[in-house]
């Protein structure tokens, strides 16, 4: 049976604003070097899109009453817009290979709002290309962050090298049956096509009056044929922005949004994102359908609406889905600052859109 919300599900522990404030520290580190280097200012993590797409999300009808909660409590179709970005804080070249998220943000959302939303009507959804966080709590990744921080600056001549090496060090893994999120973290994630992977919410948040997990796959057979499929980005700076500009600009897609109830609090923890929660447990059940149209896949001028002018958090939305544990927790304040930043260095408030 799936497990009741109650705030006993998150610990807060002592030393957490510490871990918090270092983290917010190390975020605006990257951004301070990035601005300098580029004289304009971009996200701290996930700085390149290579896809801003517009469609409409559609909650399913007939969903049981433990699925039929928040924003999906009711059949209903909301606009959406979706981010398609790699991780690191630089804008690199695609030959440097790393791994891939997915921003979504539902408009139009009514209901009980989370702190600092209040005045909003969207639902954003903050996902990666990986089950699990690659850091069981904050302060392990603050540590790591602190690296990142200082590496922002690296030359890519030699961040291409690496990747070179860490992707053929994964496809070893790969061969004998294994993966390894530590190799495709660092630069050694396979040369494939950003749509055809599936993402996650990495961690849970309140599903209503439940906790889930989220995650958004390809269900049309056109994206599902791109899982694996390989992209060659030599000489291709922006390989996987053209991809997805030659795929939109002859068809839609279709994806399918799932959740994963919270069911067992022994081998379902809240506090470590790095633990898979047992499928076999809890699967995950479609609860809405994104469906995007053909349309242009990225250009400048959605680049300036969507990558300058907007900002995805988990924090923007409903108090139905508040997101859990520390590793959310700390998104808030390091969030928050990285749009403050990117705002007055650029001279472009962001907001968040009443209507797609």
């Known amino acids: 049976m799936p497990v009741r919300y109650d705030p006993s599900l998150e610990q807060v522990q002592p030393d957490e604003a510490e871990t918090i404030a270092r983290i917010v520290g190390s975020l605006r580190k990257i951004s301070e070097t990035t601005f300098e280097d580029y004289g304009h200012a971009v996200r701290s993590v996930h700085a390149k899109s290579h896809g801003l797409l517009k469609g409409t999300l559609r909650v399913l009808d007939h969903l049981p009453p433990t699925l039929a909660q928040g924003l999906f409590a009711r059949p209903a179709e909301y606009p959406v817009v979706l981010r398609f970005s790699t991780n690191p804080g630089d804008v690199l070249d695609d030959s440097i290979t790393v791994p891939r998220g997915l921003a979504v943000k539902v408009i139009g959302v009514e209901g009980e709002r989370l702190p600092g939303s209040e005045a909003d009507t969207t639902q954003d959804f903050v996902m990666a290309n ?3 966080f690659a850091a069981p709590d904050a302060k392990t990744f603050a540590g790591s962050l602190k690296l990142l921080a200082r590496t922002t600056d690296t030359p890519q001549a030699l961040k291409k090298v690496v990747s070179a090496v860490l992707r053929g060090a994964e496809t070893v893994v790969e061969t004998f049956g294994g993966e390894s ?7 050694g994630h396979p040369s494939t096509h950003i749509l055809g992977e599936t993402f996650w919410s990495q961690a849970p948040l309140r ?9 958004i796959a390809p269900l049309s057979p056109a994206l599902q044929a791109l899982k694996d499929a390989r992209v060659e980005t030599s000489g291709r700076p922006d390989a ?14 279709e994806w399918e949004l799932r959740a994963q109830l919270l069911t067992n609090r022994e081998t379902m923890p809240v506090e470590d994102a790095s633990v898979a929660w047992p499928e076999e447990e809890s699967p995950y059940i479609p609860v809405a359908r994104i469906l995007l149209p ?7 001028e959605r680049s300036r609406e969507i990558d300058d002018a907007m900002a995805f958090s988990p924090w923007h939305g409903l108090e139905a889905h508040r997101p ?3 590793i959310m927790r700390a ?15 650029n001279g472009c408030p962001i907001h968040e859109p009443r209507h797609g």
């Open 130 to 132: 990986a089950p699990v």
């Open 181 to 187: 999120a530590t190799l495709k973290s660092m630069g």
């Open 207 to 215: 599903h209503g009056e439940y906790v889930a997990k989220y995650s």
């Open 240 to 253: 996987l922005r053209e991809e997805v500009r030659a795929f939109f600009r002859e068809q839609g897609g």
């Open 294 to 300: 053909p349309q242009s896949g990225w250009d400048a």
């Open 324 to 326: 859990l544990g520390n």
């Open 331 to 345: 998104r808030r304040p390091a969030y928050e600052d990285s749009a403050r930043f990117r705002g007055t260095r």
